[in-house]
């Protein structure tokens, strides 16, 4: 994947966290997290150097998207993970990078190749 991209991740099954932690630090990533609730996601968030952000979209019973607005504003990009079909989502995300839970690894990789900056 070229240098190795640190990725945030917000995520609050946390079987699901491992394994996406697991999936990243085998494809060269560095990980911030994993965050299982939005507060601690947020503050992480202002307070950490990263590439891109993998949220959740329902964290413990809260909505990620201020913390998506939050990185949006910030050009920070970010990849839902979730359940939840794009039509399900506010209308200004529905653009937004969606991957569905489960996740196939090799679709994550995509995903982040696609979305991620260019490490070069």
Known sequence: MGRALRVLIAEDEFLVGIQLE????????SIVGPF??????????????????????????DRVYPLADELGARGVPFIFLSGYLSA????????SPRL???HD????????????????
Do not use: Y
């Open 22 to 29: 697991e999936d990243l630090r085998s494809a060269g990533c």
């Open 36 to 61: 299982s609730r939005l507060e601690t996601a947020t503050l992480a968030a202002r307070r950490e150097q990263f590439d891109l952000a993998l949220l959740d979209i329902n964290l413990n019973g």
């Open 88 to 95: 399900a989502l506010p209308e200004r995300f529905r653009g």
């Open 105 to 120: 690894p090799a679709a994550l990789l995509k995903a982040i190749r696609a979305a991620g900056p260019n490490p070069d």
């Open 100 to 102: 569905a839970k489960p």
